[in-house]
């Protein structure tokens, strides 16, 4: 896999890629915030689990006195020490859940901050290689996974740590044979938890992949309703979705099948257990070598240590889940990304005095198939350069490339004869405005998604941006004016509309640089006009690289690149280019041939 094709994350890793020392070391900058509240939440456990073994403890003097003696005294106090002993631990109970809750709640809240910082930095190629789902599921639903289920592991797992470590005193001090017995048949639950963890390792690799699946047909389904209606897709996608969610049914059903198995085991084994204890128990009763009251201690304390490691099949599951999960996301916060990786000492790009020259750039997405090959020219500050060429060969690209949306193969892209990687990507793009075809608004209001162009702008800036987007009358007729919600992807405005506002924007931007990608040629004539008197306003000025269709927009250029097949073929002006008789007046001569018939079918 080359370094272009490494960011993919639809390959779920059915192994732990870490050890546990490893795992801690990656997770210690999470943990480490919260770390105080962390020990404190481990201390409260520590009485949690240690009561549990008082309480069995007090059998043997309750038995011995009472059963064997007839000595009352001591028994009397039994019962209320009891009682107050577990006052104290509901105390705890409450205290420990608490700070817990609070860790885990923190742990996962900084994760999901940390996850969303890489999502917002990830190259645009990431987005390219990987489904919404993917994203849905890596970004926000892992780290949920990942701590809900560590924390509620951690819990149990200390609080029955500490109480374990208890009751095995206490069957210590009572009898260490019966106690050999009781632990020592606890070893054979090794086998089985070992056969489960990789199964379910794999099982939850395939869930993984199923589910993202499905977030991607939900994501699909949002933002596609209208070709899904218009094609009357309904039934086609109902059926993948049912394949997608079978799958996921068939997954968990073969999860509970490889792990259920694990609690019946676990009751057999403790009962070998039990049975044992009692076998030999019987014999050290009978022959002296312990007293009743030993052997009921021994027994509560016994059953005590039992119960929870019969439930450790379930938890164990829901514990891989969250320790995969947890990969998952070392895996997405290791992704490289230009916007990261860059030094903190670049220069600012401050304006634009001279020039943007590509020099001889080769570029391919996927380090394999080449889109631009050996492309070199310069558009003059304060110049109007017009790309045009067939579809598919590149033009979208060349624009790409200046921003840094993408990185080179080799070449250089140069901004006043500077390489443009020596200047930070966040100065970089401030001095650029890029108005798409398919210009995506944000949910709120025409304000809001106006001041995306400068957080900072003023009412005057506001109102010339409007009126230079001949967006004004429009803006007046709205029942709130700037103030009303527009939705989530612009769905109240027009195509022109969303041009127009997207225009806006950027002339609020006031970038020295524009780039327009066939911002007009979804529109009709008469939107057109008026989006075209927009760019020009957007355009006064500025250094401006236009991509368009249709030619009639950018005759006036001072300079048209003619790109074909990711080659730049031609270049010159208008008159120029025509002179030349080359591909430039076939692809003109085409459109202009292409208009003329249409114009005499029209006029018959
Ligand atoms: N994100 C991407 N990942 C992989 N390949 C891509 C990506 N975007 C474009 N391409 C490929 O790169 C080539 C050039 O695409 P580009 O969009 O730059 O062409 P264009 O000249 O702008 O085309 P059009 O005029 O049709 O918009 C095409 O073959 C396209 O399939």
Redesign the pocket.
Known sequence: MNKKESQRLDIVSTKPNYSSLEGFKRFWPFLKPVFFWLVLGVLLTIPVGGLDAAVASFLKPFMDNVMVEKDTEFAKQVPYIIVAFTIVQGICIYASNLVNTYVGARIATNLKKTLYKKLLQAD??FF?KNTSGIVINRFAADADTATSGLVSNAKLFLSKFWSSVGLVCVLLYNSWQLCFIAVGVLIFLFIPISIVRKKVSKSIAKSVKSGTQLSTRYVETYSGIKIIKSFNLQKTLFEKFNVNVEELFKISMKMTRDTNWLGPVMHVVTAIGVAGVLYYGLHLITTGVITSGTFVAFIAALIMLYTPIKSIGNNYVGLQTSLLALERIYDVIDLYNVEEAQQDNQNRLEGIHKSIKFDHVDFS??GR?K?LKDISFEVPVGSKVA?V??????????T?LIPRLYELDSGKVMIDEHDINEYSITSLRDNISMVFQDNFLFDGTVRENLMYGNENASQDQIDFAIKSAFLDDFIKKLPQGLDTLIGERGLLLSGGQKQRLAIARAILKNAPVVIL??ATSALDNKSEKVVQRALDKLMEGRTTIV?A?RLSTIMDADKILV?ND?KLVEEGSHSELLEKNGAYSVLYNSQFAHKESATEEENS
């Open positions: 645009i190629s390219d997405y996927d198939r889109i790309l060429g067939n579809s598919g060969g590149g033009k979208s690209t060349i790409a990608d066939e991509i269709h790109i990711g």
